[in-house]
């Protein structure tokens, strides 16, 4: 019996560590192997117990320490400490743990932003975007990058050199090398303002959902009941609900006003709005698995692709849910969630 309990965290750990270590092998930067690894981590510290916890934690914390500049410190110790405190701490209320993890990620975006601002002397996306730009220019595949972003819109040649870089292959003079990287700063300046909001949103968000549904699931492969119903049966209670569809006009109050912080707040909000219902749709088709038979495993890897490859459906089916209760599951009175 207590094999089964120990073995998924043991699981969980040499997963995560696998994926940095064939991240640093494919050599992605250590901020983007963060992003994608940080809510995996969370769930692995709230399906451990302190001992568990505790050890993770620290060990995120030196590798944070060691591989991140030293502005970036506070970044990794206020995530390391709060989720630790956050997963661990007795609470008897279902949603206090959710809550402390959304406020921990929060905190950690709001100091993460706080030192691109110091680092990049006020200039986040400029910084960034120059980041970006002489990373693939010293990248040893720095013209295979620059030829990718040239097919995929976000670098531009004018007049004969596209036919030139055509011709060349991989051998990219100096002249075009230089003129694909200012297009490519324009595009990433255009395009890193709302990257960063959907970054916030969602990587609050899986954090948050990976940190309750994995514990949950462990619970009940050792027969033990969940905290949390089964997603299948998650739904946003109908007065939330045209709330979050009230937050559908972001994007339009980002597009008319004329940057600044109206804009960011407008693409939050969007994000949040796209979020909420990607999750209600999803839940939507665990559900119609479920009533078809299909495995749990299954059920979770075709959510996955769908909600990367074509999120646009599960967001429309989680809405359609949301106004025609698809599922039949809220109570005739529509009795709040608690």
Known sequence: MERSKTEPRWLLSAVLIALVALAAVLGIPSTMIAMAILPAAASVVAVSEWIGAAALCGAAGIAGIVVFPQAAWPVTIIWCVGIALAVCLKTKKRLTRPIMITGVCLAAWTAGLITLLSVTGGQIIGGLAQAACDWVDQSPQSSELLIRAYSAGYARLKGTDAWLLGMGGLNVSSGIREQLLMSLRVSLEEALPGF???????????????????????????????????????????????????????????????????????????????????????????????????????????????????????????????????????????????
């Open 196 to 338: 960063l909001c959907s970054a916030v949103v969602y990587h609050t968000g899986i954090t948050v959902l990976l940190s309750v549904v994995l514990p949950d699931s462990a619970r009940r492969r050792r027969g033990e009941k969940g905290v949390f119903p089964p997603m299948e049966q998650w739904y946003i209670p109908r007065k939330l609900g045209w709330a979050v569809f009230v937050l559908c006009l972001g994007p339009v109050i980002a597009f008319l006003s004329e940057g600044g912080a109206v804009a960011y707040m407008g693409r939050l909000c969007g994000d949040v709005f796209r979020f909420a219902f990607l999750l209600q749709g999803i839940c939507w088709l665990q559900w119609m698995g479920k009533k078809m038979g299909i495995r749990s495993g299954a059920r979770n890897l075709w959510s996955v692709i769908l909600s990367v490859v074509a999120p646009l459906i599960p967001i429309l089916m989680g809405m359609i849910d949301q106004r025609k209760d698809a599922r039949h599951l809220r109570p005739e009175k529509e009795v709040e969630q608690e």
